[in-house]
């Protein structure tokens, strides 16, 4: 080698080292977007099998939607995860999870956006309004950082106009006025299709089968009964489902007494307190189950543990 090659490439690897290193300290202090930073799929995994409880097809499908769409270099459009199950069943926690794992910041992240339907668009005479400015979010957001997450809750309660505004960013087209949305993720969380996912988890519980055997597959037939031909339940009318804009559907089943007991003792470590078995026990107990005669399942899942805690 000639030294002024050497030379040139010694200086252009430290430019680059230069660089990197501004980079990294920089992003040290401000929240870098690096949507292109991989996914680490074992701490994911690490985070639902220790974190999420009772939710075995929730853990599987997240992990897997994850880890492809983040290892696809090039994906077709956005990926959109629609979360279902009754309430307190660890659908925003999930979505927490997966945005910490996205961004560190989590929910914290200027990355990470969440809209609650009843908070943010409460009064059907604003819909253009909202669509307006949802859509101004959304094309801004995506703009300053491909890998925005955006979750909608109470997705049953969205007026199905307001969904028809973000219709377009789901789907497959390259870009919109320069602003591609592919690398983009949606989750949509609803209590639609709980009762049939209660019932068919009922169905098992009496049949003496084992909870972690239902399948994926049990579940779709039910949730296209009740969630996609139904109506009333908001994502039928936007016309998410019939042009297949969804990637996943997500069952969450109910929890039963063994999962409250499992909320109870992982908010009282998040708590720096010690393991009281017996408050542990009382706290589970004073939960109401249904179905009436069997009481299997908690009807507010693990919502109201937090609250119950403070008495003790
Ligand atoms: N499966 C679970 N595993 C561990 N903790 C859970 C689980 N489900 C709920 N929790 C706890 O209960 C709290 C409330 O649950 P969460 O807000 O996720 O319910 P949700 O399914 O979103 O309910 P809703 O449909 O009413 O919005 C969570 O912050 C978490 O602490």
């Known amino acids: 080698f000639e030294p002024i090659t050497v030379g040139i490439a010694i200086g252009a690897a430290s430019a680059l080292t230069g660089y990197l290193s501004y980079k990294d300290l920089y992003c040290r202090f401000a929240e870098c977007c690096r949507s292109e930073r991989p996914l680490n799929a074992s701490a994911l995994k690490q985070d639902l099998e220790e974190k999420l409880f009772g939710q075995?097809?929730?853990?599987?499908?997240?992990?897997?939607?994850?880890?492809?769409?983040?290892?696809?270099?090039?994906?077709?459009?956005?990926?959109?995860?629609?979360?279902?199950?009754?309430?307190?069943?660890?659908?925003?926690?999930?979505?927490?999870?997966?945005?910490?794992?996205?961004?560190?910041?989590?929910?914290?992240?200027?990355?990470?956006?969440?809209?609650?339907?009843?908070?943010?668009?409460?009064?059907?005479?604003?819909?253009?309004?909202?669509?307006?400015?949802?859509?101004?979010?959304?094309?801004?957001?995506?703009?300053?950082?491909?890998?925005?997450?955006?979750?909608?809750?109470?997705?049953?309660?969205?007026?199905?106009?307001?969904?028809?505004?973000?219709?377009?960013?789901?789907?497959?087209?390259?870009?919109?006025?320069?602003?591609s949305y592919r690398k983009a993720i949606f989750i949509f969380l609803s209590n639609a299709g709980g009762d049939l996912i209660t019932k068919t988890a009922l169905d098992f519980w009496r049949a003496g089968r084992k909870r972690e055997d239902i399948q994926l597959k049990d579940l779709e037939a039910v949730l296209s009964v009740g969630v996609f031909n139904n109506k009333h339940s908001g994502l039928w009318h936007s016309g998410l489902i019939d042009r297949n804009l969804i990637d996943y559907f997500i069952p969450f089943l109910p929890l039963e007494y063994r999962h409250v007991k499992m909320c109870v003792r992982a908010e009282m470590k998040a708590r720096g307190s010690a393991i009281d078995e017996d408050i542990v026990t009382q706290v589970a107990e004073e939960m109401t189950f249904f179905p009436k005669d069997e009481k299997i399942y908690s009807d507010k899942g693990c919502k109201t543990v937090q609250s119950r805690l403070d008495f003790y």
């Open 56 to 179: 075995h097809l929730a853990t599987e499908v997240i992990l897997k939607a994850l880890t492809g769409f983040k290892n696809n270099k090039n994906p077709k459009k956005p990926l959109t995860l629609s979360l279902h199950g009754w309430a307190g069943t660890g659908k925003n926690f999930v979505s927490q999870i997966v945005a910490e794992n996205l961004h560190p910041k989590g929910l914290k992240s200027n990355f990470v956006h969440l809209f609650v339907s009843t908070l943010h668009f409460p009064h059907e005479q604003h819909i253009k309004l909202y669509q307006d400015q949802l859509q101004r979010w959304i094309r801004g957001n995506v703009s300053a950082c491909a890998g925005s997450v955006f979750i909608f809750d109470e997705m049953d309660k969205l007026h199905p106009g307001v969904i028809d505004a973000i219709k377009p960013f789901l789907d497959y087209y390259e870009q919109i006025d320069g602003v």
